[in-house]
C-alpha cells in the first residue's frame, strides 16, 4: 500500500470503455488526477481523441483506442494494444452502456440486444480479455457500471434493468473466480446522473427524472463529481479488500 | 491527505482495533478526533500520539448521560462535530440459549442502542454541521459482516448487527434533508485484541482460525484494521457525497458466493 496515500493510482494503468461519454470523460480525468496512465475506449475516434487530448494536455499519458465493446475481436484487439502501448492493465473501468425510454412492448430485438449487450455482454468481453492480464501481474481491479436498476426496476427501462441486474452479478461471479488471482471485481450503482448528453433534457424535460429526484432522499440526480470518488476509492489499495461489491452512490435511493 | 481537513470527528471504541485504526486515518486526513471509550488507559495514550489533532473522552455509550458529556467535551475541545462514527461494539458467541437475560441487555445495548443514544444525542450538533458545510455531516456505524449474513452460534450478535444496519438506513432517510449522510460499514473478523473473543471454541488454536477465516475470501486473506479505516475515511470524506443509507461489506468477497 503506498504508505503515503493509500488513495493513489500512481504508475497504474486504467482502461475505460465509454470513454468519449460524460461519465467515461469524468472517469478517465478522475484516473488521471489520481495519478493513472489512461486508455481511452469507444467507437468514435475523433471524441475519444478529444479526450485523450485533454488528459495529455494536463500531464497525463492517454491514449484512444477505437473498439465496439459488442465485439469481442474488437475487445480482444484494444486490450493487445493498451498492453502494447503502456506494458499493463491494473484497472478496467467497464463504463460503456446504452438505454432506451420505449415501453417494453415497444422494445424491438434490436434495442434489447444492444442494450444487453452494451453493458452485459460488453463488461464481460472486456473481463475476460484484460483478465489474463491482470493475472500475469498478479493484481488488478475490474469495476462495472451497473444502476440503482441494478437492484430495483423502472417502467420504460425493462432491458435496462436486467442489463444491470446481470451486471450486478457478473460482479459477484468474476470476484469469486478471479479472487485468487489477487483480481477484484466491483461495480457501482450511480443513480441518474447529469451529464454534457443529457443535461439539456435534465433542463428542459425536468418531468423525466421528477420520478427518480423525488425518491431520493438526498434530494437531487447525481453530478459526474459524485461517482469519481468512488472510481478512485474502488481502484486503488484503500479498497484492497473490497471485491464482489456493487457500491451504490444514490443519494439513499435504494435504502428506502 | 487532506480529505477530512478542518473537520472534527468522534470515534466511539476508538482506543484500540478498528477504532484506533481508523482514529488514526481521520487524523492522517486532516481530522481532529475525540477518542471516546471506556478503556481510559488505551484511550489516552492514543489521543498522546496523536497530539494536538487528538483527545481521549471516556465514555460508555450506552449511558445518555455520558454521551451527553463527551459530545460536550468534544464541542469544549474542537469547536464542532462533522462526524460521528458509532464504533464501539462487543462479541457475543454461544447457543442461543446461553445468552441470559443480562448478556441480551448487554449485548444488544452495546451494539445497537449505545449508537442510537450517541447519534441522538450528537444531532444538535450534527444538524448544525450539515447546514454550515456544503459536503454536510456525516454519521458512521461499525456494523459487521454479521449485519448482512448470519453464523450459528452469533445470533444475539447477529441480531444486533442487522439491527445496525436497518438503523443505518432510517437514519439515512430521516436525516438526508438535513444534509446529514448515514452508512455502515461492515467488516468480516479482522486481525483487532477483540478477535479471541469472537472464536471461544477455537481460542487454543489461533491459526487455525485465521486459516479458516482467510479461506471464505477469495482473495484468500483477513483484514486489518487499517482496511476499515480507509473505508471510514473515504465514506466520511466529500468524495462520498453521494452515498447515504448504504452497508459497505468489507469481506473480501464473501458475499459474492
Known sequence: MNAADPFRLDGKVAVVTGGGGGLGRLAARA??????????????????QA???????????????????????????????????????????????????????????????????????????????????????????????????????????????AAKAAVMNLTRALALELGPHGIRVNAIAPTVIVTDLNRELVRTQPRLYQAVVDRTPLGRLGEPEDIAGALVFLASPAARFITGQTLFVDGGYTAG | ??????????????????????????????????????????????????????HFVRCDHTDRGQCRAAIAATLARFGALDILHNNAGGPFAGPVETADDATLDRVIGVNLIGGFKMTQEALPALREAGQRRPGGAVILFTSSLQGIKARPNYTVYT????????????????????????????????????????LPGMAADMEEARRRFRATSPLGRMPEPVDTGNAAVFLASDEARMITGIALALDGGQMAG
Not at chain 2, 167 to 191: M, S, Y
Open chain 2, 1 to 54: 491527505m487532506a480529505r477530512l481537513k478542518d473537520r472534527v470527528a468522534i470515534v466511539t471504541g476508538g482506543a484500540s482495533g478498528l477504532g484506533a485504526a481508523t482514529a488514526r486515518r481521520f487524523v492522517e486526513e486532516g481530522a481532529r478526533v475525540a477518542i471516546a471509550d471506556i478503556d481510559a488507559e488505551r484511550g489516552a495514550a492514543l489521543a498522546r500520539e496523536l497530539g494536538a489533532a487528538g
Open chain 2, 159 to 198: 441480531a444486533s448487527k442487522h439491527g445496525i444496519v436497518g438503523l443505518v438506513k432510517g437514519l439515512a432517510l430521516e436525516l438526508a434533508p438535513a444534509n446529514i449522510r448515514v452508512n455502515a460499514i461492515c467488516p468480516t473478523v479482522t486481525e483487532t485484541p477483540m478477535l479471541p473473543k469472537f
Open chain 1, 31 to 48: 484516473f488521471a488526477a489520481a495519478g493513472a496512465d489512461v486508455a481511452l475506449v469507444g467507437r468514435t475516434a475523433g471524441t475519444l
Open chain 1, 51 to 161: 479526450v485523450a487530448d485533454g488528459l495529455r494536455g494536463a500531464g497525463a499519458r492517454a491514449e484512444a483506442f477505437v473498439a465496439d465493446v459488442t465485439r469481442s475481436a474488437d475487445v480482444n484487439r484494444m486490450v493487445e494494444q493498451t498492453v502494447g502501448a503502456f506494458g499493463r492493465i491494473d484497472v478496467l473501468f467497464n463504463n460503456a452502456g446504452v438505454t432506451s425510454p420505449k415501453t417494453a412492448v415497444e422494445l424491438t430485438d434490436e434495442d434489447w440486444h444492444r442494450i444487453m449487450d452494451t453493458s452485459a455482454t460488453g463488461a464481460f468481453y472486456c473481463a475476460r480479455a484484460a483478465a489474463p492480464v491482470m493475472m500475469r501481474q498478479g493484481e488488478g481491479c475490474i469495476i462495472n457500471m451497473g444502476s440503482i436498476l441494478s437492484a430495483r426496476g423502472m417502467a420504460r427501462r425493462t432491458a435496462y434493468s
